[in-house]
C-alpha cells in the first residue's frame, strides 16, 4: 500500500535553532513529492515540488532535498512565523494527479 | 494573487440533510479537486475533476457523493444525506495546465459539522 509518514509529529525549536523534517514514502513509484505548509483552520500552502533523487529546492528559510526513499525539509535560523504544520504529500504513476499526504509536523518556533 | 476560494467558511447541519460546498478554483486552471481532513487526521483525497467529468474518486467518495461545476467558475461538491463521520474539513485545490500539473493550490477550506 502506497505510504507517506512524517516524523517528528512534533517539533519545538529556538528562534535559530536549524533542524530538518522526514518524509519517508513507500509507493510503488514516484511521480512528484510535494512539501505544504498549513497554517491552523486553513489549507495547505504550496512549498515545494520534487521530482527526482538528488534535486534540492530552496526558499528563503527552506530548503528540501529529495532520495529514493525520503525527502527532508531544513529549516536553517527559523523565526516564530515559521510555526506551522508542514505536509509533504505524494503523486504516484497511474493515479490522475491524487496526493497521497502524511499526517505533518507541528513545528512550533520561539523567540 | 489569484486564489481558490471556499463558501461556507463554516457549515452545521443535521444528520440526513444536503449540504453543497462551493468553490472558485484559479481562473485559469484545469483541475479541480475536493480533499477532506478529519480533526487530527491525515488529509485524504476524494475526487479530482478535469473536462467537465470525474477523471478519478476514492472509496470515500460514495454514492452520497457529487461534484458539478455548474458554470465556468463554480466548482460544487454536494453531500446527500450527511452522515456523523462525515463531519471535517473538506478543501478544494485546482491546477493548472498539464505541464504544471503537480502544483495544486488550495482553498481555505469549509468545515462541516454534522449534529
Known amino acids: 500500500e502506497d505510504q507517506v509518514t512524517q516524523s517528528p509529529e512534533a517539533l519545538r525549536l529556538q528562534e535559530g535553532e536549524s533542524s530538518s523534517l522526514n518524509c519517508s514514502y513507500t509507493?510503488?513509484?514516484?511521480?512528484?513529492l510535494f512539501w505544504y505548509r498549513q497554517d491552523p483552520g486553513k489549507g495547505p500552502e504550496f512549498l515545494f515540488t520534487?521530482?527526482?533523487?538528488?534535486e534540492e529546492k530552496e526558499k528563503e528559510r527552506l530548503k528540501a532535498t529529495l532520495t529514493k526513499k525520503e525527502s527532508f525539509l531544513h529549516i536553517t535560523a527559523p523565526k516564530p512565523e515559521d510555526s506551522a504544520t508542514y505536509l509533504c504529500?505524494?503523486?504516484?504513476?497511474?493515479?490522475?494527479?491524487?496526493?497521497?499526504w502524511g499526517l505533518g509536523t507541528s513545528l512550533a518556533v520561539n523567540p | 494573487e489569484p486564489e481558490v476560494t471556499q463558501t461556507p467558511s463554516h457549515q452545521v447541519t443535521q444528520m440526513g440533510q444536503e449540504v453543497i460546498l462551493r468553490c472558485v478554483p484559479i481562473?485559469?486552471?484545469?483541475?479541480f479537486y475536493w480533499y477532506r481532513q478529519i480533526l487530527g487526521q491525515k488529509v485524504e483525497f476524494l475526487v479530482s475533476?478535469?473536462?467537465?467529468?470525474?477523471?478519478?474518486k476514492s472509496e470515500i467518495f460514495d454514492d452520497q457523493f457529487s461534484v458539478e461545476r455548474p458554470d465556468g467558475s463554480n466548482f460544487t461538491l454536494k453531500i446527500r444525506s450527511t452522515k456523523l463521520e462525515d463531519s471535517a474539513m473538506y478543501f478544494c485545490?485546482?491546477?493548472?495546465?498539464?505541464?504544471?500539473?503537480?502544483?495544486?493550490?488550495f482553498g481555505p477550506g469549509t468545515r462541516l459539522t454534522v449534529l
Open positions: 504529500a505524494v503523486s504516484i504513476p497511474g493515479n490522475n494527479r491524487k496526493l497521497i
Open positions: 509507493v510503488s513509484g514516484l511521480r512528484g
Open positions: 520534487l521530482y527526482s533523487a538528488g
Open positions: 481562473s485559469n486552471h484545469l483541475y
Open positions: 475533476f478535469y473536462n467537465n467529468e470525474i477523471s478519478e
Open positions: 485545490a485546482s491546477s493548472g495546465s498539464r505541464d504544471s500539473y503537480n502544483e495544486q493550490f
